[in-house]
């Protein structure tokens, strides 16, 4: 089955992430589609109104990637600019003002932006030459700039030339460097930093000491990641089981999921998590009060839980919306199943060559 036959045309270009949630953007080979709630112009189609199909945002089918929060959306395209819409309250759009957008607005004039990644209310990116920059709501210092004043234009953070991959979560950041180190800063009182305590930091703080971290995901208050030996290391908030440990105690600091060495991807909703084994399986735990587990109901669960058998799944994206959810999978046509867990610079040439590792 094709992936336009299982999404009534929606299909992910291989080699670029895609985000589906309940107001959010996919990618096809065609150009970039949206649906769902838009009371902020977050579907980019020029106003507010809901859609319950997927429509076209513009004629372009240049897009590259998007990244969503449930009411504002960052996309990159194929040419490096960045792309900007929905709610701006916060300057977390990065057009210099804090003026909702219900249609694509591009962010500056330049060319090389690489990965975007947003928070509830503030944007993060990473360029071509490896800097990383952020905008928009700081009280918690989420930005990393080393205060609490809020940007509505990207300002970088720091001088480094070294990061990686980003996420971004409630009033958080996570980063990992292109050694494998990781990183994160803003609000911690559920231990969500992984920093072994719950204080508030405004610059980015060293996890640890270990370099094979590969990917993080951050959900509203918890921080899943993987390292570069297919470990799940799960942290933060854990009040519906979303940390996969069986229990529903918070973490302050990484503690492993199981004992399996084939994990492959993750995402995190707000408060429930999915992650993708090696073999294409697809598993899911935490909050499942609107379904959102895709196990055929709504209990929660503390321990990682298969949805359903097959083993064609490929990535994985998951966000929560007031109380709304859903989580999307998709397999591109070309890739049914992973060959194993990738290094970083096979991920990174992947990602700049639009071809997958093999």
């Known amino acids: ?41 977050q579907l980019g189609l020029g106003n507010t109104t809901a859609r319950s199909s997927p429509v076209q945002v513009g004629a372009l089918t240049t897009w590259a990637s998007t990244a969503h929060a449930g009411i504002h959306t960052i996309a990159i395209k194929t040419d490096g600019t960045l792309w900007a819409w929905g709610y701006n309250a916060q300057g977390e759009l990065g057009i210099g003002d804090i003026t909702n957008r219900s249609s694509p607005v591009q962010v500056g004039a330049l060319t090389n932006w690489l990965r975007a990644a947003c928070g509830q209310y503030h944007s993060v990116a990473v360029k071509t030459d490896g800097t990383l920059w952020s905008w928009g709501y700081n009280v918690y ?40 180190t990781f990183w994160s800063w803003g609000r911690s009182d559920n231990g969500q ?27 509203y208050k918890h921080t899943i ?12 908030r854990n009040d519906d089981g979303n940390l996969g440990l069986g229990d529903t105690a918070n973490r302050s600091s990484p503690v492993q999921v199981g004992a ?27 909050q499942n009060n ?59 040439a992947a990602v700049e060559a639009g071809t997958w590792p093999a």
């Open 1 to 41: 089955m094709s992936i336009r036959q299982m999404f009534g045309g929606s299909i992910v270009k291989p080699g670029f992430s895609s985000l589906v949630e309940p107001s959010g953007p996919i990618i096809d080979y065609d150009g970039l589609y949206s649906w769902g709630l838009n009371v902020y112009g």
């Open 141 to 180: 210092g989420q930005l990393g700039l080393g205060n609490t004043t809020d940007r509505s234009s990207p300002v970088q953070v720091g001088a480094l030339t070294t990061w990686y991959s980003i996420s971004g979560g409630g009033s958080y950041t996570v980063a990992v460097k292109t050694d494998g």
């Open 193 to 219: 930093l992984g920093l072994n305590n719950t204080s508030t930091y405004s610059s980015p703080k060293q996890v640890g000491a270990l370099t094979n971290w590969l990917q993080a995901a951050c959900g």
């Open 225 to 236: 990641a993987i390292k570069t030996d297919g470990t799940l290391w799960a942290w933060g």
């Open 260 to 286: 399996l060495t084939t994990w492959a991807s993750t995402a995190c909703g707000s408060n429930h998590t999915l992650a993708i084994k090696t073999d294409g399986t697809l598993w899911a735990w935490g």
């Open 290 to 348: 609107e379904g959102q587990l895709g196990l055929g109901n709504t209990t929660d669960r503390s321990s990682p839980v298969q949805v359903g058998a097959l083993t064609t799944w490929y990535s994985t994206a998951a966000k929560s919306t007031q109380n709304s959810a859903i989580s999307a999978t998709v397999t591109p046509p070309e890739y049914t199943q992973y060959t194993g867990i990738w290094t970083l610079p096979q991920v990174n």
